[in-house]
């Protein structure tokens, strides 16, 4: 169903209908759904201080089972970029779309990222030759585990119900006005004017990048590693257990996939048949949910269909 058929029409049962006809957005609504109820989730955990530890943990071993769903369905920073995406689109301002070797190498980027992080931690205890077994200090991420708390800065809310003891970049009453890495930024600044600059150049600069180029951020975001990048070893091909799988037989290349992936991955569409296997894909689905072609491409769980292309254009 084209586009023109409802959005002039006042927001009504009729529209809504027309909404949840179009098999072309259907998943997209229901990824933004549960990217909203994840954040009221990550808000109250914030407000209950939860072991930070605990969450890398969860996010980073989740991996393991089901891929990089956490960047695609859940992290807050993806729902900040896809809503400066969606303003993008309704103004009618096309994206950039980056240059395949530039995109591969902000994925790459990542992985030195992730690895200074933990020479950041390991390297103390190597130097005072102590034991890593800390885990009050890791449950807190305090100490020498300190440096890891970057990898929980994308689930920073804009809105906190508290003073941050750095500052944020606007406090209204007992509430503050946030954004992902902001309270990383001014920890390390000590809260100081300066790093209150630093903030708000790297929320404006974040903000016109993800304008331009879809899920920017995501394209070298530490806490987006994934143990898919190791699917290149024989022993580790069953990993993660969710992904997607493409029928050979059932792709005309007509490049769909390939056009609508919001991080540019092309292994879909260069895929002859079988699992598709690359850490760069979110696992938001948007291929799957564009592709016309029936049965062509699927969402797997241990072998398992959960989600599978359909022939939208005879809706």
């Known amino acids: 169903m084209k586009e023109s058929t409802y959005k002039n029409q006042p927001i ?3 529209r809504i209908h027309n909404w949840t006809k179009d098999k072309t ?17 990550i808000l109250y955990l914030s407000i209950i201080a939860v072991w930070k530890g605990l969450l890398v943990t969860l996010i980073l071993g989740a991996t393991l089972i089901l891929g990089r769903v956490f960047c695609g369905w859940i992290c807050p920073y993806g729902l900040y970029m896809d809503l400066v995406s969606l303003l993008r689109r309704k103004l009618k301002v096309p994206h950039w779309t980056l240059p395949e070797k530039l995109n591969r190498m902000l994925h790459k980027l990542r992985y030195m990222i992730v690895l200074v992080l933990l020479a950041l931690v390991v ?19 305090r100490g020498a585990f300190r440096p890891l708390t970057i990898l929980l800065a994308p689930l920073e809310t ?3 119900p508290w003073i941050p003891p750095f500052g944020a970049l606007l406090e209204l ?24 600059l630093f903030a708000v150049v790297f929320v404006a600069l974040t903000l016109i990048a993800s304008f331009k180029v879809r899920r920017f951020w995501c394209r070298f975001c530490p806490t987006g590693v994934s143990i898919a990048a190791v699917n290149k070893y024989k022993r580790s091909r069953g990993v993660p257990l969710l992904r997607l799988n493409k029928s050979e037989e059932k792709c005309t290349r007509c490049g769909i996939c390939k056009r609508v992936c919001p991080v540019q991955v092309t292994e879909v569409y260069d895929k002859k048949g079988g699992d598709v296997a690359t850490s760069m894909c979110t696992l938001c689905l948007r291929c799957i949910e564009m592709c016309p072609y029936p049965d062509c491409l699927k969402l797997q769980f241990a072998g398992k269909t959960l989600f599978k292309s359909r022939n939208w254009l005879a809706a």
């Open 173 to 196: 009453g007992k509430v503050s006005l946030s954004y992902p890495y902001v309270g990383e930024i001014m920890a390390a600044t000590g809260g100081t004017e300066t790093g209150l």
């Open 158 to 160: 804009l809105v906190i």
């Open 12 to 14: 009504t049962m009729t």
């Open 123 to 141: 390297l103390p205890f190597i130097v005072e030759g102590k034991s890593l077994i800390h885990l009050s200090e890791f449950l807190w991420l």
């Open 25 to 41: 957005k259907q998943l997209s609504y229901l990824r933004v759904m549960t990217q909203l109820l994840f954040l009221i989730v």
